[in-house]
């Protein structure tokens, strides 16, 4: 464990290299380039100059990471490396006269630099980037005092103080060496004299001192804390700036061998030092000179705690009362001095003074000792091991366990026997349960476990319940007396971690604050560091921002360019981010602009229509038991008929109704309007004129000004496009099968003034407009026939919905495209035949439509209301079953049964097609199921009333008496087959997100139409 002092030391360390680094800002140091023209000065100035060395040299101040770092410091070393061997090409002797001062400057400015830049880089990656650098140099100056003689000297008495203790915190030893500052050369060549002496060693042995002879002088070794403060006796000498051939007015140097030192217990500060020795000449008597015995150091009451430990009791006791219990608890582990003092009994008030310094800390229990009840509560190491852990302590088992120690000293309670359960302390809270919702496990500790058993079988076997009985009583009275403590010593725990957040809260929002306050000097605005919650750089910013530790100008230096980085990379998101707010913006308000260009069209068609109905006379007419309200081919002049106004014919003629009774029973006409399609905005977009006015970046109420400016030009591309989608979807139905004679039939529409209500209309949308012309999906569909109109295809499938680049987004429209839409050829002829069936050949789609679900099928057992394109989709899926019942006659000759098809006109041709709005079967009547339709291959759920299931039975597989359990039956065995073609359920056509199979780009039938119109 690192104790108290080393800390402290460590700390002092660094904070005092931290001062010489400030002391001295690298941006006031330039290098200075030398002026002579001799071939050293031109080397140097080379050096300087071209190698751009103090560009190089600060640039290392802007490295981020190690391998960075590493990289430029190869590009110093090598511009050193190379320089001194130049220098060595040179030579020696070479003789400076009117440069020297300059070179001077020059090397010693080079070094100053390279000290502070390299001080300021051990501190953010340590002293290990300072090796390079070291050699390099030493290698450099080494060469420079072989071509000039007396260089490195001029140049070691002209560094400043501050620099070379730099160099000594920073560990430059070889530099130091070549400069000649053999003190600390001793000093690392035998660390043995210097190191400092051990924690608990005997306290009345002398400092050591080592003499060395220098003349007449003695000259004491040098203690490398006092090298500092020594070289700082040098502040106050006049160094001459050399001129010339002028020698310098302080003989006093620092190069050489023999270099100043002193003793850290008996030189005085004040003392200034010795000139250079003369170099020494080599012993030739082999002599042996009695050693001198070291009198071993000592760190105790001799060393940096001597004044505390000296200090009387009372003003050490004193001391202690301000200090919190875990500063004490770390001065006992200093060394055995404080450890023997606290930890004896009679030091119990030094505890019970620190204890009063912790608000509402709960009283010592009575089992525990107060050094052990603090350590648990404020020390961070385990109880076991010793290791750091960051758990809290267990208030009931009194211990504080790392992970490793869980599993070697707990035992789960469930593996003691259940008569001791109750007799040993356990907790449910030291092992976190692995699930969030499940029940914690409570554990014991292994060793009161095997104490409680081992004195359970003691007394078991002594054969005295009375003693047992006492001895149980006592220990479940202890065990409630620790979880009565224990819940106090909780709460206070809980108390303590939520001052602990709160601090650490504070300490984030003032961190925080200072960082935004620094940013908005810079220029940084609030929105700049606003973070979404999907930004991707709202994580990095969090991680250097909300940090429980204060700002120092050290972290600041260190965090600011990731914090710019983050910034720039936010404000530019957010920029965009704003950008495509406002496009956003533009397109709603076009999008609402075309809405009121399409409010303000007059509609295609704006008719009266008749609704289809019977006579009561032609009712009477009809076979008993059949539907009275039906229709056929004989049927079909009186769809005509009317109470108050008769429709014309072609000609203008008035029609003249197929019956005269007076009973007539008609329904009044009903309106009917229809709208042509329209351009969705992203058709929009893709004109020339739209596609500027969205993407120009201008104001909402600008580009409003703008569009109606040009709204005249953009009615003319709303009707090119209409145009457009006329032609091309009127090609498909020409192509598919032309159209004969009268392209539209005004049949069930009262006319005005006797006006053809068509008449305005191109032949393109008249032929769109005809019943019979029916669309459908190019994608194929498993689920339900898509038959539609043709302004309902455009509507609902000619728009594909797509994910921007795959994400699980809203999806985007792309414009209209005709190709997912092709003519339902099959429906066609369906829809030909039963309006010849009603009578009402050529008939538009509005006509039939109007009056909303009132046709029913009047050959088989369905009898839902349907519109017009829902009933010719009955009649496609019923030729659909019938179709496939003929691919198999094998299995169907295997079922022994008959399946007629009762939709062809053909078969039963005495009876209509087509029923209006018929009568509803209750609600109470039982669901029959033909069980024959549910077999292969027909694979159809036939269901209905009872009597519509005899019915269909009787006409489809031609069996006069049904019989319930061999025929139908009342059940569905076909409901979980997915082969449910009752017409209950609306048809996909009105339903939402089907055609899953077009492309993974997500078609959709009224998906988010709100969204756009």
Request: proline share 6%.
């Amino acid at each position: 464990m690192i104790s108290f002092i080393r800390f402290i030391g460590a700390v002092a360390v660094v904070f005092s290299l931290a001062l010489m680094v400030s002391a001295m800002p690298i941006e006031r140091i330039h290098l200075v380039a030398p002026t002579g023209i001799d071939l050293v000065s031109r080397l140097c100035a080379k050096l300087v100059l071209e190698g751009k060395l103090e560009a190089k040299l600060k640039a290392l101040l802007l490295c981020k990471n190690s391998e960075d770092l590493k990289i430029q410091i190869a590009i110093l070393v090598a511009l050193f490396e190379n320089c001194a061997v130049e220098l060595s090409k040179i030579g020696a002797g070479v003789v400076i006269v009117d440069a020297k001062a300059g070179l001077v400057a020059c090397i010693v400015s080079t070094i100053t630099l390279c000290v502070q830049v390299f001080a300021s880089l051990s501190l953010k990656f340590g002293l290990s980037v300072c090796t390079e650098l070291d050699t390099a140099l030493r290698f450099f100056l080494t060469n420079l005092g072989i071509c000039v003689g007396d260089m490195t000297g001029l140049v070691a008495k002209s560094l400043a103080p501050n620099t070379v203790g730099v160099m000594q915190q920073i560990q430059l030893k070889l530099c130091l060496g070549v400069l000649g500052f053999a003190a600390y050369n001793d000093q690392v060549s035998h660390p043995s004299r210097y190191a400092q002496p051990p924690l608990h060693s005997p306290v009345d042995s002398p400092p050591p001192q080592v003499e060395a002879s220098s003349g007449n002088r003695t000259v004491q070794a040098m203690s490398g804390t006092r090298f500092s403060a020594r070289l700082a006796n040098f502040k106050g000498k006049a160094v001459n700036r050399i001129k010339g051939d002028e020698e310098v007015d302080d003989p006093t140097t620092l190069g050489g061998n023999a270099a100043e030192a002193e003793s850290e217990y008996d030189q005085s500060e004040d003392e200034e030092p010795s000139s250079r020795p003369p170099r020494k000449r080599q012993r030739t008597s082999v002599k042996q000179e009695k050693s001198r015995t070291r009198r071993k150091q000592v760190r105790g009451k001799q060393g940096g705690l001597s004044e505390l430990v000296n200090m009387p009791l009372d003003i050490f006791t004193e001391i202690t009362a301000h200090l919190l219990p875990l500063d004490i608890i770390s001065l006992s582990r200093a060394n055995k001095f404080f450890r023997e003092l606290l930890m004896h009994r009679s030091a119990i008030h030094i505890w019970h003074t620190s204890m009063k310094n912790i608000r509402n800390l709960p009283p010592c229990p009575s089992d525990l000792s107060e050094p052990h009840y603090l350590a648990l509560l404020f020390s961070k190491h385990c109880t076991m091991c010793g290791q750091a852990v960051r758990c809290r302590m267990d208030e009931i088992l009194r211990v504080k366990l790392c992970v490793p120690c869980r599993q070697e000293h707990l035992l789960a309670l469930d593996d003691l026997p259940g008569e001791l359960r109750c007799l040993v302390h356990h907790s449910e809270r030291i092992i976190p349960s692995k699930r969030r919702w499940s029940r914690e496990s409570e554990h014991t500790l292994k060793k009161e476990a095997h104490e409680v058993e081992q004195t359970y079988q003691e007394l078991q076997n002594a054969g005295e319940p009375s003693a047992m009985n006492k001895w149980q009583v006592e220990t479940r009275a202890l065990i409630n007396q620790r979880l009565e403590e224990s819940s106090v010593i909780r709460d206070f725990l809980d108390i303590m971690e939520n001052d602990r957040d709160h601090e650490l809260r504070d300490m984030k929002r003032e961190r925080r604050r200072n960082i935004e306050g620094r940013l908005s000097e810079l220029g940084w605005t609030g929105q700049d560091m606003s973070f979404s919650f999907m930004s991707p750089k709202r994580k990095e910013w969090y991680f250097l921002v909300e940090q429980a530790k204060p700002l120092t100008e050290r972290i600041w230096t260190n965090i600011l360019p990731k914090l710019i980085s983050i910034l720039e990379y936010n404000r530019e998101a957010r920029l965009q981010k704003e950008l495509s707010d406002r496009q956003s913006a533009r397109r709603l308000r076009l999008t609402q602009l075309l809405i009121d260009i399409k409010k303000d069209e007059a509609p295609v068609l704006d008719i009266l229509v008749c609704v289809p109905t019977h006579t009561q006379d032609s009712l009477a007419s009809e076979p008993s038991g059949s539907d009275s309200n039906v229709a056929g081919p004989s049927s079909g002049a009186e769809l005509q008929s009317s109470n108050t106004t008769h429709p014309e014919s072609e000609n203008g003629s008035p029609s003249n109704p197929a019956s005269d009774n007076s009973a007539c029973v008609t329904p009044p006409p009903t309106r009917a309007v229809l709208h042509d399609v329209f351009p969705d905005i992203v058709d929009a977009l893709e004109w020339p004129m739209i596609k500027i006015l969205h993407e120009t970046d201008t104001p909402v109420d600008q580009m409003a000004e703008d569009f109606a400016e040009q709204q005249s030009e953009i009615i003319t591309s709303i009707c090119d496009w209409k145009s457009d989608i006329h032609t091309r979807m009127a090609e498909m139905l020409r192509i598919d099968e032309g159209v004969e004679g009268q392209l539209l039939t005004s049949r069930l529409i009262v006319r005005k003034d006797g006006l053809d209500p068509f008449r305005n209309l191109s032949d393109d949308l008249k032929l769109l407009l005809r019943a019979d012309s029916l669309f459908t999906s190019v994608q194929p569909n498993t689920q339900k026939t898509i038959i539609a109109s043709y302004d309902l295809a455009v509507e609902k499938i000619g728009y594909r919905f797509a994910f921007r680049d795959g994400m699980p987004s809203k999806p985007y429209k792309h414009p209209v495209e005709l190709s997912r839409i092709r003519v339902h050829r099959e429906a066609r002829r369906v829809a030909r035949v039963i309006l010849a069936s009603m009578g009402l050949e050529n008939a538009c789609a509005a006509e039939l439509n109007s009056a909303g679900r009132i046709y029913a099928c009047a050959r088989c057992h369905e009898s839902q209301l349907l519109t017009w394109e829902e009933l010719v989709s009955h009649f496609v899926k019923a030729q659909q079953v019938v179709a496939r019942v003929h691919e198999h006659p094998d299995q169907l000759e295997a079922l022994q049964a008959v399946y007629r098809d009762v939709h062809d006109p053909e078969v039963f041709p005495d009876r209509p097609l087509v029923k209006y709005a018929p009568e509803q079967t209750p609600l109470a009547v039982p669901i029959r199921t033909c069980d024959i339709c549910s077999k292969v291959p027909i694979l159809y759920d036939t269901k209905g009333s009872e009597d519509k299931i005899i019915t269909h039975i009787q006409d489809v597989h031609d069996i006069a008496e049904p019989k319930l359990g061999t025929h139908y039956s009342n059940r569905n065995p076909l409901g979980s087959l997915g082969f449910n073609f009752n017409l209950d359920v609306e048809p996909i056509l009105f339903s939402g997100f089907h055609d899953l199979g077009s492309d993974m780009d997500v078609d959709t039938y009224g998906f988010w139409d709100n969204d756009f119109w």
